[in-house]
Every structure is written in structure tokens, then in C-alpha cells.
């Protein structure tokens, strides 16, 4: 078994990839929201070497960010991963971020 990750910078591409996924025949996942650390460092008030970063940055507008979490077998990775770039290409840069990682031990998945 394999958790894959999803890192999404495009967030108004979710319903078009979650339709792919269930296109593949994945049933579940999570979906968090997340913000990136640019923006975390931004709001921070005690660094002021960022001082003219935050400046530059608060006039742009907050970017969303998703992370799509799948529990899935190890012959589902590829299936998965392929129905996420049918939808975003992961050559272009700030797109998203893509990868998997082996689960040793797993309770209270229901197949």
C-alpha cells in the first residue's frame, strides 16, 4: 500500500480532477486545504528581513492550495497519478506537486 499526495496550486482545476478520479474508479480520498509557506512568512510580524518581501507579496492575492491524500494499493498508484495528469500538466512550473509514499502499517481501511 502507497499514500499518494497531491500538492494542487491550480485549485480551479478540482472538479476536473476529481471527475477523472472517479473516471478511474478511485472511490475515496481527503482533501485538505492548505496555504503555501510564502504567504505563512508573509503574516509573520517577527522577521523583518522579509519586511520588503511581504510588501511585494500582499499586493498579490492569497493563493489557495489543496492537498488530495489516496490510500491506495500499490497497482493503483499509476491509475491514480495518470487520472491527475490527464488534467493538470506537472511540466509546467507552480502547477502541483506529485508523489507517494509506502504505508508499512494501515488500520480502519474498508475495501
Known amino acids: 500500500m502507497q499514500v499518494l499526495f497531491f500538492i494542487l496550486k491550480q485549485v ?6 476529481l471527475h ?7 472511490k475515496g ?3 485538505l486545504d492548505a ?4 504567504e505563512a512568512l508573509m503574516n509573520m510580524e ?3 528581513m ?4 511581504r510588501s ?5 492575492e492569497k493563493e489557495d492550495v489543496k492537498i488530495l491524500m489516496f490510500v491506495v494499493q500499490d497497482n493503483e498508484v499509476v491509475p491514480t497519478a495518470s487520472a491527475i ?6 511540466s509546467k512550473p507552480n502547477t502541483g506537486i506529485l508523489f507517494s509514499v509506502p504505508i508499512y502499517y494501515c488500520e480502519g481501511l474498508n475495501k
Open 12 to 17: 480551479e482545476l478540482m472538479n476536473d480532477i
Open 20 to 26: 477523472a478520479l472517479g473516471e478511474a474508479g478511485i
Open 29 to 31: 480520498g481527503t482533501i
Open 35 to 38: 496555504k503555501g509557506m510564502g
Open 46 to 48: 517577527d522577521i523583518p
Open 50 to 53: 522579509f519586511g520588503v518581501l
Open 56 to 60: 511585494l507579496l500582499s499586493n498579490e
Open 85 to 90: 495528469k490527464k488534467v493538470v500538466d506537472l
